[in-house]
């Protein structure tokens, strides 16, 4: 049937439709009481209410206090051995790293110690003495290519300059700040182990410089660089440790005359080993 252009569809069964339901009549449904537990809005945990806190069950990982950590602490020897034991000698941004560089470049200041008293760091030190093994290793290889090759004779490359490298320059601001720790100890005038790491390895920071300058092939600039560099390095070392040295009375001129002699010592071996070209 046509009714004001709609087509009516009467009460019968069409092909593809889907028959109706019967009314299975009203269902009850019973809800029995629960034992879950209610809260107050003011005890609500992991919901964020009316502020900017935080949830307080969530991860603070990155938020929480250093001196916060849920890592387990050892006690004597054993913390030795943690992670946690060496976090703050870490614990440095740039600008700290870039002021005590600069202030190894200017040895006559004296001022170093001072300024690191509250934070020595290891974080330098680490990254000087695996610069200087590159620096060494590449530079050195640079200048026995050179010389061969002005001499057109045949060229190795030696890997021993890698290896050789690192042992001098870990070896030293390991083993050198450890024995002068024991030295100043004896002699009653005892410095911070960890201070002394700090200072001997931006001590080493001048050789930097030294090691890229002594490419130009001049035997005499080369001593003279390696002099200098070595002086600067004595130097840098012997007043940031006034205090100490001065307290050690009328030895004070042994511990000196150790720390120039020792500074001088790896400013030679440098060049004897690393800028002394045989072809």
């Not at 609500?44 to 001196?67: L, M, N, V, Y």
């Not at 930097?208 to 130009?216: F, M």
Request: hydrophobic share 45%; net charge neutral.
């Amino acid at each position: 049937m046509m009714s004001g252009g709609y087509t009516s569809i009467d009460n019968q069964k069409v092909s593809g439709s889907v028959s109706a339901v019967s009314d299975p009549g009203h269902v009850a449904v019973k809800f029995t009481d629960s034992s879950l537990q209610t809260f107050s809005p003011s005890s609500a945990q992991g919901k964020i209410s009316g502020g900017t806190q935080p949830p307080r069950d969530a991860d603070d990982s990155f938020s929480r206090p250093a001196g916060g950590s849920d890592e387990p602490e050892g006690s004597g020897w054993f913390r030795s051995f943690t992670v946690a034991a060496y976090k703050p000698y870490f614990d440095v941004d740039t600008s700290d790293v870039l002021d005590r560089l600069k202030e190894s470049l200017f040895p006559f200041r004296g001022t170093f110690t001072e300024k690191t008293s509250t934070n020595p760091d290891l974080y330098g030190p680490f990254w000087i003495c695996t610069t200087l093994i590159f620096v060494a290793a590449s530079i050195g290889t640079f200048v026995t290519y050179i010389a061969h090759k002005l001499k057109k004779k045949e060229w190795d490359y030696d890997i021993n300059l890698v290896t050789w490298s690192a042992g001098v320059f870990y070896g030293y601001v390991t083993v050198v700040p450890l024995a002068l720790y024991v030295i100043l100890k004896y002699f009653s005038a005892p410095s911070g182990l960890v201070q002394l790491f700090c200072l001997y390895g931006y001590s080493l920071f001048v050789f930097i410089p030294a090691l890229c300058l002594s490419v130009v092939p001049l035997e005499i600039f080369r001593w003279v660089i390696a002099g200098v560099a070595g002086f600067m390095s004595a130097t840098f070392v012997a007043l940031n440790l006034k205090a100490h040295i001065n307290s050690a009375g009328e030895r004070w001129l042994l511990i000196v005359a150790s720390i120039f002699l020792l500074q001088l010592a790896l400013a030679i071996v440098l060049k004897l080993y690393l800028f002394t070209v045989t072809v």
